[in-house]
């Protein structure tokens, strides 16, 4: 699992064994670091070992477009239950960090990415994580690979995908009883599309929530939420085979 070196304002995600190379001279992560252990490049400047944690993963993996918000991500496990050892079928791998964050819960990770850049890029995203040995991503389309995994018996969906409607109408065949599909979008159509194929393949508790989020100022003027940034990101749908 790698680490983030920190300098006052500055972070770097690196893995035992590698280099950094900055304007602050150039650094050897040893094999053995340590959280809390300082190291110094060749310049002389000092760099302390952090851990890493959920929310460093959103800020530090290489992005291949927008990634799930921490708050998303939070939704789908508090929704789900999703646990250690659970079975987990992902479409829409992305950057990787819904994939990373249920690895490291210690579930085991099954991930569809369709373009073989972006399954690269997760790959090594999940190596960095340190989530490589429970997170398998596979470049493909699950729309086209439903039949492998027909009877599999997964606990959880998770689903970011604009086709993820024909998934959900097979999720009785890949979900265990009492199992849970969560889908992800950011559109109201694919939503509803989704919430009309949980219906019709009887899957029950089907609900949607939008997400939304008003991060707070606190100035000498008063408080208030905040005019700027992200409020909303996109639509919960989960449902669950009885």
Known sequence: MSVLLVHEDREYLRAPGDELHTDLGVLDVPEDVEHGDV????LGETF???PLRGPDLFEHFERTGAPMMPRDVGLVV???GVAAGDRVLDAGTGTGVLSAYLGRMDANVTTY???PEFADVAREN???AGVDDVVDVRTGDLTEELDEHADESYDVLTLDTGDAAEVVARAPELL???GFVAVYSPFVEQTREAVEAAREAGLQDVRT???IQRPMDFDDRGSRP???GVGHTGYLTFARKY
């Open 126 to 128: 999940m190596r960095l």
């Open 226 to 228: 905040a005019t700027g």
């Open 113 to 115: 990415e369709r373009d």
């Open 209 to 211: 929530q939008e997400t």
């Open 78 to 80: 508090g929704n789900t």
């Open 39 to 42: 190291l110094e490049t060749h």
């Open 48 to 50: 302390t070992v952090r």
């Open 176 to 178: 265990r009883y009492g």
